[in-house]
């Protein structure tokens, strides 16, 4: 009887232990990464703070609601609408719609090219044959591009294969306006990698691994996310962390208005950009392979507007589009009315395009935008509302998200989110394979929660016990399937 008593025993006092000093964590960021990662380790009965910089949470997830709607001015797709998604299990539970803006593998990424609506510098909208002629030969050159890959060790940038790859083939060169629908589709890519064709890495730009189900639009926004994930936890907003000190397997933070904050381990989930600014000292300084890793990542640029108009007087599809004979003067709004039945177009502007935007005043930037949509639908009517992000500038996000720059090492993601002894780190940069996303962002938390928590436990002599529940407690919602229209 003794050895079973004694391991009861045993089992007892260690649970005390744990009940009476358990490890504590403090988490730096208060987005989805950082959330998912402070809900993780509060799960498994982990002493967890989070300190966030803004007077809000979700960070690059951010719905606005002065619309009367909810508007998504970061994150809106569900990229990926399949039972694989690490939020998948969390949407289907909380019940949200999504709207599925386009099946798998469309060359427009998050959208498929049969709800479009271009329009040419004169204002007369292109025939949807001549957009999806280009389309095909814009993949085919894609394709071409890849055959460059192989070809050079050394990396380069897509815009330098595509220009190998017309001088080749020379029946693949647009002229007149389907030069400027293609200028169009490159557009559209630079979306999608926040960043201009001559800055992304022809090596990587397709080795992300999508998933399938196509690509899915918050109706209700992101939000109730991130409120489902945060609720009670001990958040600290308006707490900007400025100096990170790791002494004797101790964590001490420091924020800008001088309070300390001391734990076990700390979970850094603050964006690549404030990394890269050095505007949080680490003492001791962090290792040469990290910081390295910080500056030879990228971090591209994605802005949007939101206009609220008073009645709609748009075609009913879900992008329109301007052509131009640069992909930088290209423009395309989505129509949310389409998904959601608001009122409302959303602008959206990435790269170069994104910062200098940022530049102008908002009412210069709506005017700009107005402009824009005044080519396609001279009698548009002036927005009642508007809303203009500012990612690139925002000193608590400083770019929108990471993206592969040309001849950098394969390793970068892997060093980036590879732990310095107590100090973790986590988002959508720390996400090999889904980076750049909120479901990236997600599971990289939850990794980083699960490694500090082994250690933690192991340092701690904790069994087991507790492990990190909340994927297992959400797959018993399975049954209850995602919700997914499209009109
Ligand atoms: C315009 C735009 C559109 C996007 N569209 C999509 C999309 O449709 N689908 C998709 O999957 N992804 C999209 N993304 C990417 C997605 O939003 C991000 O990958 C994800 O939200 C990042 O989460 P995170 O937790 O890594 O970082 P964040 O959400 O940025 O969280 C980091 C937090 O750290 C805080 N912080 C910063 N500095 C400090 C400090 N010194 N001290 C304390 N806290 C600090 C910030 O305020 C922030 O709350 C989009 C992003 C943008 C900008």
């Given at each position: 009887?003794?050895p079973?008593?004694?391991?009861?025993?045993?089992?007892?006092?260690?649970?005390e232990?744990?009940?009476?000093?358990?490890?504590?964590?403090?988490?730096?960021?208060?987005?989805?990464?950082?959330?998912?990662?402070?809900?993780?380790?509060?799960?498994?009965?982990?002493?967890?703070?989070?300190?966030?910089?803004?007077?809000?949470?979700?960070?690059?997830?951010?719905?606005?609601?002065?619309?009367?709607?909810?508007?998504?001015?970061?994150?809106?797709?569900?990229?990926?609408?399949?039972?694989?998604?690490?939020?998948?299990?969390?949407?289907?539970?909380?019940?949200?719609?999504?709207?599925?803006?386009?099946?798998?593998?469309?060359?427009?990424?998050?959208?498929?090219?049969?709800?479009?609506?271009?329009?040419?510098?004169?204002?007369?909208?292109?025939?949807?044959?001549?957009?999806?002629?280009?389309?095909?030969?814009?993949?085919?050159?894609?394709?071409?591009?890849?055959?460059?890959?192989?070809?050079?060790?050394?990396?380069?940038?897509?815009?330098?294969?595509?220009?190998?790859?017309?001088?080749?083939?020379?029946?693949?060169?647009?002229?007149?306006l389907?030069?400027?629908?293609?200028q169009?589709?490159?557009?559209?890519?630079?979306?999608?990698?926040?960043?201009?064709?001559d800055?992304?890495?022809?090596?990587?730009?397709?080795?992300?691994?999508?998933?399938?189900?196509?690509?899915?639009?918050?109706?209700?926004?992101?939000?109730?996310?991130?409120?489902?994930?945060?609720?009670?936890?001990?958040?600290?907003?308006?707490?900007?962390v400025?100096?990170?000190?790791?002494?004797?397997?101790?964590?001490?933070?420091?924020?800008?208005?001088g309070?300390?904050?001391?734990?076990?381990?700390?979970?850094?989930?603050?964006?690549?950009?404030?990394?890269?600014?050095?505007?949080?000292?680490?003492?001791?300084?962090?290792?040469?392979?990290?910081?390295?890793?910080?500056?030879?990542?990228?971090?591209?640029?994605?802005?949007?507007?939101?206009?609220?108009?008073?009645?709609?007087?748009?075609?009913?599809?879900?992008?329109?589009?301007?052509?131009?004979?640069?992909?930088?003067?290209?423009?395309?709004?989505?129509?949310?009315?389409?998904?959601t039945?608001?009122?409302?177009?959303?602008?959206?502007?990435?790269?170069?395009?994104?910062?200098?935007?940022?530049?102008?005043?908002?009412?210069?930037?709506?005017?700009?935008?107005?402009?824009?949509?005044?080519?396609?639908?001279?009698?548009?009517?002036?927005?009642?509302?508007?809303?203009?992000?500012?990612?690139?500038?925002?000193?608590?996000?400083?770019?929108?998200?990471?993206c592969?720059?040309?001849?950098?090492?394969?390793?970068?993601?892997?060093?980036?989110?590879?732990?310095?002894?107590?100090?973790?780190?986590?988002?959508?940069?720390?996400?090999?394979?889904?980076?750049?996303?909120?479901?990236?962002?997600?599971?990289?938390?939850?990794?980083?929660?699960?490694?500090?928590?082994?250690?933690?436990s192991?340092?701690?002599?904790?069994?087991?016990?507790?492990?990190i529940?909340?994927?297992?407690?959400m797959?018993?919602?399975?049954?209850?399937?995602?919700?997914?229209?499209?009109?």
């Amino acid at each position: 009887m003794e050895p079973k008593g004694f391991a009861i025993g045993g089992l007892f006092s260690q649970i005390e232990r744990q009940k009476l000093s358990p490890p504590s964590v403090i988490v730096i960021g208060g987005g989805i990464s950082g959330i998912a990662a402070a809900r993780a380790l509060s799960n498994a009965s982990f002493r967890v703070t989070l300190l966030e910089s803004r007077n809000r949470l979700g960070g690059r997830v951010h719905t606005d609601y002065s619309f009367g709607c909810p508007i998504d001015m970061g994150a809106s797709w569900l990229h990926g609408v399949c039972n694989e998604n690490s939020l998948a299990p969390l949407i289907r539970c909380l019940g949200l719609k999504l709207y599925r803006t386009s099946g798998d593998n469309s060359v427009l990424y998050d959208h498929d090219l049969e709800s479009y609506a271009l329009f040419g510098r004169d204002g007369h909208q292109v025939s949807q044959q001549l957009v999806i002629e280009v389309g095909e030969t814009f993949e085919r050159i894609l394709k071409e591009t890849v055959k460059v890959r192989d070809e050079h060790a050394n990396d380069m940038s897509l815009q330098q294969a595509i220009s190998i790859v017309l001088e080749r083939h020379p029946h693949l060169r647009q002229e007149g306006l389907a030069y400027e629908v293609l200028q169009w589709y490159i557009c559209r890519m630079e979306a999608w990698f926040a960043a201009d064709v001559d800055t992304i890495s022809l090596k990587n730009w397709d080795q992300e691994h999508v998933l399938t189900g196509g690509h899915g639009l918050m109706v209700q926004g992101y939000y109730p996310v991130i409120k489902a994930l945060a609720e009670g936890l001990d958040i600290r907003l308006n707490h900007r962390v400025a100096k990170i000190i790791q002494r004797y397997n101790r964590v001490i933070v420091t924020v800008e208005n001088g309070t300390t904050f001391v734990a076990d381990a700390a979970i850094i989930t603050v964006p690549l950009g404030v990394l890269k600014a050095n505007t949080i000292k680490f003492e001791p300084e962090l290792p040469e392979w990290k910081v390295s890793a910080i500056s030879d990542l990228g971090v591209g640029n994605e802005n949007k507007i939101a206009l609220r108009f008073s009645t709609v007087f748009w075609p009913n599809v879900e992008v329109l589009g301007t052509v131009a004979p640069t992909s930088y003067a290209c423009g395309y709004f989505l129509n949310l009315h389409k998904a959601t039945g608001h009122p409302v177009l959303v602008y959206m502007a990435a790269g170069r395009f994104a910062y200098d935007i940022e530049k102008l005043s908002d009412e210069e930037a709506v005017k700009l935008v107005m402009a824009q949509l005044r080519k396609m639908l001279p009698d548009a009517a002036e927005p009642i509302q508007y809303l203009f992000s500012r990612w690139g500038t925002d000193p608590d996000s400083l770019g929108s998200y990471s993206c592969d720059l040309v001849g950098k090492p394969a390793d970068l993601y892997e060093r980036f989110c590879a732990p310095v002894d107590n100090l973790y780190f986590a988002g959508e940069a720390a996400s090999v394979d889904h980076s750049g996303s909120v479901h990236g962002a997600y599971s990289s938390g939850i990794a980083a929660a699960e490694d500090c928590r082994r250690r933690l436990s192991l340092l701690h002599g904790i069994s087991d016990l507790f492990q990190i529940v909340l994927r297992e407690e959400m797959s018993t919602e399975v049954m209850v399937p995602l919700q997914i229209s499209r009109m």
